[in-house]
Structures are given as C-alpha cells and as structure tokens.
C-alpha cells in the first residue's frame, strides 16, 4: 500500500482530498499538512511514497517546495495541484508523476496513483548481482544484463548526458548549479532549474523502469550515481592507467587497456565538458599502443607489432609520432612498398587536413629509396 501525504494551505481542499484518499483500496493517507515546513520535517524521518502538493502557497511555491521534498526523500513521487490551468503545463514539465486540477476528482486522483503504483511495481529492484553496464568508449549507451541485454532509449538527449556525467564523476557528488551550466549555459536560471528536474526525474523514471532503483540519488542539492550496481568502462579503464602509474608495468595491463579503448571517451556525443578527458585518455591509449609496439618488435612478433601503430593512426590520422614509427618499422623490414605506401596516404592527409607536407625528419628517411608524392 502507498504512503501518502497531502500539502496545501487551504484546509478545505486538505479535507475533501483527504476524503478522497479514505475511499482508495491502494493508498493510505498519512498526514495532512497546511504549513510546508512541517512536511520537510516530517518526511525526514517516515517513509512516504507520494506527496500531493498545491503549487500556489503563500511562504513557498509548490514547485520549489517539490524539489526540497525529493532532496530530503529521493524516492518521493510528487503530483502537483493546482487551481488554474496555466499551471499544469508546468507542473508536468517539472515533476512527470503526474499533475491534478482542482477542485480534486476522485477518478482522477486513482489514474494518477494507479499510474504511480505500476510503474514502481515495474521498477522493483533487482538483485544486487545484476548490473547496470555502461560504455563511454566510442558510442556511449547503457545496458542492463540478464538472459538478454535491455538496452535503454533515452525519453530526451538532456537525459542521456545527465546519466553521462554522474557516470563521469564515478559517484562523486555533483552539486545542480554545476550540471546547469554543462547541461543549459544558454538558458536563463528558471527555464534552466525546471528542465532539471523534469531531466532528473526522467532519467530517475527509466532506471527504476529498469530494475535500478537505488542508482539514481541526490541530498541537499547534489547527485551521483550508486557506483555499487554499476559496471562501467570508465571505472575499469581508470583502475588500469592507475595501476600501470604506480605498479611495475606488465603488458597485460596494456593489453586489457587497449581491450576497452573502443573508440575516443564519448567519442559520437562530443560532450564539451568531456573534452578534457577526452584528450588525456588518448594520449594514454596511444602511449601504451607504442609500448605494445616496441615489446612485440623485441618479441619479433612483426604483425603485432604492426597493428599497434595502425591501431593509433585509425583514430587518430594526424599523429606524426605514429606514421614515423611505421615508416621507419616497415624500412627496417626492408619492405619499401609499405613505407611508401604509408607516406603517400600520411603526405595526403597532411595536405587535405592541414595544408602542410609531412615533417622533413619523416622525408628524410626516404633517402635512397623511390617514390612519388
């Protein structure tokens, strides 16, 4: 049975609502509250499901007075009141669990708990070995496991990248001022704080829709995800650059590394927050590719040792570090078809991308060997 209480300053409206609920099978009426300071407090130590909520108070907005309630009560489904319908656009904007007019139905009040309840009961959480799978490398998506994989269609963009950053910051609180400004620097403060909460709330929605009811939590205004039901590339690609940092460095480290680099970190979305890291994790994934190089030449494990430097290049066509490599590796193959074939295709990028020719060192190389730009 759902616990629920009631906000309002009107006491009438409190007692026909409360009436109301008295009638349903499925919820239980647990207080009634005129003063909304009282309801903070109350709802800091008794669980309630849903809070009904009139948007137009006298000390405090039912919207700001909404955002406070699921801080203290993360898992609180708020449905809105109101007495006018300009009001409703926005209280569904803001908080999607639902939004009544008064004077308060009956019929109303059960679609909307009805609503509540089934998607809860959908979003039961599951075991604690299940995973939620998040990949940042190349494409970024999520996914949960099981006989098969449910991968999930984000309701809006903005929801995708919020899920993004949590996941960025690894469970590490992120205050909401800071995700306004990466999610809507070009929007004014108030469009910006309500579609934050209908962007939370949606993303809050499609976890526990799910099975992952515990991931998405916020207090006192900051937000993280719960790190324990996540397996995420991010995470396991940190814990390896961290071990070949201050561990001696083996090459299945370099090798695991170079297993999860499966394209540039959130590589399609080009998140500008993320470009920072970005370029630090491809620096690091191109430094280990040429370690892998030196050790397989060593090994004279030729094709291996060839695939590492092709491996940069193909994600990144400008790095002359890695066409000089090459070029020099297949010259001292003494396979001259190669290395010419690998500066003609460097000498055209160069040209097309940049408008420059290659470096004199890397032409230098040529000496005594035939070819044509």
Avoid at 179 to 193: C, Q
Avoid at 246 to 269: P, R, S, W
Avoid at 339 to 367: D, H, S, V, W
Wanted: proline content about 4%.
């Amino acid at each position: 049975m759902l616990k629920v209480i009631a906000i309002d300053d009107e006491p009438m409206a409190l007692k026909r609502f409360a009436r109301i609920i008295k009638e349903m099978n499925n919820v239980e009426l647990i207080k009634t509250f005129e003063n909304p300071s009282e309801a903070l407090v109350f709802l800091e130590k008794n669980p309630v499901d849903i809070a009904y909520v009139d948007i137009e108070m006298p000390s405090i907005s039912g919207i700001e007075l909404a955002e406070k309630l699921t801080s203290v009560c993360p898992s609180l489904d708020v449905v809105m009141v109101t007495a006018h319908d300009q009001y409703a656009l926005e209280a569904f904007r803001v908080y999607a669990a639902g939004y009544l007019l008064k004077p308060v139905e009956r019929k109303e009040v059960e679609k909307c708990t009805n609503m509540i309840e089934k998607r809860r009961n959908t979003g039961k959480s599951l075991p604690e070995k299940e995973k939620l799978y998040v990949r940042c490398f190349g494409d970024f998506f999520c996914y949960s496991n099981g006989e098969m994989p449910r991968y999930f269609k984000w309701r809006t963009a903005k929801t995708r990248e919020l899920m993004a950053i949590l996941n960025h910051f690894k469970g590490q609180p992120v205050h909401r001022d800071q995700l306004l400004d990466w999610l809507w620097p070009e929007k004014d403060i108030k469009r910006a704080v309500q579609n934050f909460h209908a962007t939370s709330y949606y993303l809050r929605n499609q976890l526990e829709k799910n099975g992952f009811k515990h991931v998405f939590e916020q207090k006192n205004g900051q937000y993280h995800l719960n790190m324990k039901y996540i397996d995420s590339d991010l995470c396991k690609m940190d814990k390896i650059i961290d071990k070949i940092k201050n561990e001696e460095q083996k090459t299945e480290d370099y090798l695991a590394l170079v297993q999860l680099y499966k394209g540039h970190y959130f590589e399609k979305q080009g998140y500008l927050w993320a470009l920072d890291s970005q370029e630090g994790y491809r620096q690091t994934f191109e430094s280990v590719q040429m370690r892998l190089h030196h050790y397989y030449v060593q090994k004279n494990e030729r094709q291996k040792a060839e695939k590492a430097l092709k491996d940069i290049i193909e994600i990144d066509q400008l790095n002359e570090e890695a066409y000089g490599m090459l070029i020099t590796f297949y010259l001292n193959q003494k396979n001259h078809v190669m290395a010419i074939k690998i500066y003609e295709m460097m000498y055209r990028l160069f040209q097309e991308e940049l408008g420059i020719e290659p470096p004199p060192q890397i032409t230098k190389m040529f000496n005594g060997v035939t070819l044509t730009p």
